[in-house]
């Protein structure tokens, strides 16, 4: 059966799928990135992890991988497919998809874990129906992805969607990234989590717990759960009246706090409109398969044609 391979690197593990067609996750696997151990072991794992697929896809599945999409985090060039830099990983100008094109022997695509996860969620997921999206991941940092006609946009220099630096504070918390008062210094759910940590006294708190604080009425949580959505608001109305998007989709772990999250969201976007024009804004709908989706359409592009016919590599 004709399938591609579908590879997501993370700061400490992969996720992997076998990839149909029309979409099927044919074969799901995961593994740890073994970043304690050094970038080159890192490098190692992703190729393994790469070759190992394509085993699995010859013995169970009847033929090789015919294109294969890696994504992983940090600063992409995904023209040159070279994974430039990535401080979770600790790897510099590791040229990615060369070395796993040779292992292969098939075409490879190198992208964007956060641009890539928009690309599914806007062809797949909840931006489908919309020609222009903003996709924003809600994690560890705050990124985004311009979607623009089930396409992303990466950028002259792979930077585009780096929504987490808008700043929204001036003058406010140091960022690791060299400026002050960064949105995701605010935003973020672990800006969120350190938060309520040091609120309720207990370190191991997260922003799930605040969230469901929130909900019993904790005015701690509350005010710290507040902070956070104007903070978030205030960098959103910024990307709005840049790139007027026609929906705004919001992903991440934070997002998963459902309404509690998305209520105050739209209240407060709304309050500092304008002459801009409100979009939808909804939650991610492709949770954690996102990446896995994205990287094997990224697989798929490399084998059709403008005319949108499948070619042979």
Known sequence: MRHVIALDVGGTGMKAALVGADGTLLHRARRGTGREHGPRAVVAGVRDFAAALRAHGVEHLGEPAAAAGVVVPGIVDEARGTAVYAANLGWHDVPLRELIRAD????????????????????????????????????????????????????????????????VRPDGTPCPCGQRGCLERYASAAA????????????????????????SGDPSAVGIWQDAVDALADGLVTALTLLDPRTLVIGGGLAEAGETLFTPLRDAVRRRLTF?????????????????????????????TTDGTEVTP
């Open 276 to 304: 801009q024009k409100a979009p939808d804004i909804v939650p991610a709908a492709l949770g954690d398969t996102a990446g896995c989706l994205g990287a094997g359409l990224l697989a798929w592009d490399l084998l059709t």
């Open 192 to 215: 969120v989590s350190q938060a309520w940590a040091a609120a309720c006294g207990n370190p191991e708190a997260d922003a799930a717990d605040c969230a469901k604080a929130v909900t």
């Open 104 to 167: 292969l022997g098939v075409p490879v695509a190198l992208g964007h874990d956060v641009r890539t996860g928009g690309l599914a969620e806007g062809r797949l997921g909840a931006g489908r129906d919309a020609d222009r999206f903003l996709f924003v991941a809600l994690g560890t940092g705050i990124a985004g992805a311009i979607g623009l006609d089930g396409r992303v946009e990466a950028g002259a220099h792979g930077l585009a969607g780096e929504i987490g630096h808008i700043v």
